[in-house]
């Protein structure tokens, strides 16, 4: 394979993956399709914009016209597909916007790779990135493995939920080269700060209340976002056809000590009082619907294809904190649009 068409590339986990495969095969095309939302900064690849097996396209994965002529143009082999709306605030508030991108984006996706790669379709391959979040909320036992059944319970997670078996009835009806994979929530740098962690280490850094919803109990398993990259390579070149794989790093934190332990490195690197930084905790009105616990089981991934998380907690942790405070004009940039009036609507009119 040597054109691939990443989806999502100007995103969060999309920019770590289009480092990596640039940076990886240099005898590769990446085409870079990216509608350039909210989410999307092409910021994120400015260090690999200039590279020759680089190509950006900008446009809708919902516009079959367009998405059919990226194909056309770049003859393209196997799909790397991330593009989606991914915050499950947002899917509360404007769920119809994820019912497009999503579901309909995908199917999109879909249509423009069997069209384009006809009937013979041997050595193509369409990989779908999906996440943790579509088998449900797990009580304080228990892990997600490959087989558990789908119970998604947000508009987020019912959308790729949907998407997730679009992609496999492509792959039983048409037999679609496809391979799916389930992600716990990453973090690491990049991340727009909607989502928890550099939600709450700008709001650190700026002595403003750090929202913690409802009580805090609620359980994510933690990701160091390059990790998750490395993954989707691997999967990309050597998952089975039809296969499902889950990643995710064994790592499960309360929101509520993540978000002590984040305070505890904040003081430390901003040289303020221990406790500090914790006094901004303010518990907030819960999400509605929010799911308890998420816990990956990635042993399939570990013992079919030999991956294994490379990043401990701690050293991302830190990682992230540093590249959030060394970078604060991708910060203000990025805060700069529509994510004030964002904002007000979620934490100040709660
Ligand atoms: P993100 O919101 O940071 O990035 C999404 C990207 O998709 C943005 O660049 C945006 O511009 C682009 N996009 C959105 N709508 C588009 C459209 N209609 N056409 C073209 N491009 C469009 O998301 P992320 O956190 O990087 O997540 C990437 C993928 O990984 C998603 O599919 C998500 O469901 C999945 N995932 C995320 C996590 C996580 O913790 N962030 C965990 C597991 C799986
Ligand atoms: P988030 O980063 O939105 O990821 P997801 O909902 O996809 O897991 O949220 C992570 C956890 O943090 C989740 O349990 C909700 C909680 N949370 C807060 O307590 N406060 C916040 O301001 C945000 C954005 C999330």
């Not at 604060?328 to 805060?335: C, P, T």
Request: glycine fraction near 8%; charged fraction near 25%.
């Amino acid at each position: 394979m040597k054109n691939i068409l990443i989806t999502g590339g100007a995103g969060f986990i999309g920019s770590h993956v289009v480092r990596l495969m640039v940076n990886k095969y240099p005898d590769y095309k990446i085409v870079n399709l990216d509608l350039l939302t909210y989410a999307g900064n092409l910021e994120n690849l400015k260090d690999i914009e200039k590279k020759s097996n680089y190509v950006f396209e900008k446009g809708d994965i919902c516009d079959a016209d367009f998405v059919l002529s990226v194909f056309e143009k770049h003859q393209i082999d196997g799909v790397i597909h991330l593009a989606a709306e991914s915050h499950v605030d947002r899917s509360i508030s404007n769920p119809m916007s994820f019912i497009q991108t999503n579901i309909v984006g995908t199917v999109v996706l879909l249509n423009a790779a069997r069209k384009y790669w006809g009937e013979n379709m041997t050595g193509k391959r369409f990989y779908h990135i999906s996440t943790d979040e579509v088998y449900g909320s797990l009580g304080e036992e228990g892990f997600f493995t490959e087989t558990t059944s789908y119970d998604p319970r947000s508009p987020y997670s019912a959308s790729k939920a949907s998407s997730d078996h679009l992609v496999r009835a492509y792959n039983h009806t048409f037999h679609m080269p496809v391979v799916i994979s389930n992600c716990s929530n990453n973090y690491g740098p990049n991340q727009f700060p909607e989502k928890l962690l550099p939600l709450a280490i700008n709001n650190i850094k700026n002595m403003k209340p750090v929202p913690v919803y409802g009580k805090g109990e609620n359980i994510r398993d933690w990701l160091y976002v390059v990790d998750h990259a490395k993954a989707i390579d691997l999967i990309f070149h050597k998952g089975i056809d039809g296969e499902t794989y889950n990643i995710g790093g064994r790592n499960e934190w309360k929101n509520i000590d993540l978000i002590m332990l984040l305070c505890k490195i904040m003081d430390e690197k901003l040289g303020r009082t221990p406790g500090e930084s914790a006094s901004l905790i303010t518990y907030v009105k819960d999400r509605a619907g929010h799911d308890l616990r998420y816990a990956i089981d990635a042993t399939k991934l570990q013992d079919n294809l030999g991956w294994k998380h490379d990043v401990m907690f701690a050293e991302g942790l830190e990682k992230t904190v540093t590249w959030y405070l060394e970078n604060s004009e991708w910060l203000a940039n990025v805060l700069s649009g529509d994510y004030a009036k964002y904002y007000e609507q979620q934490y100040i009119q709660r």
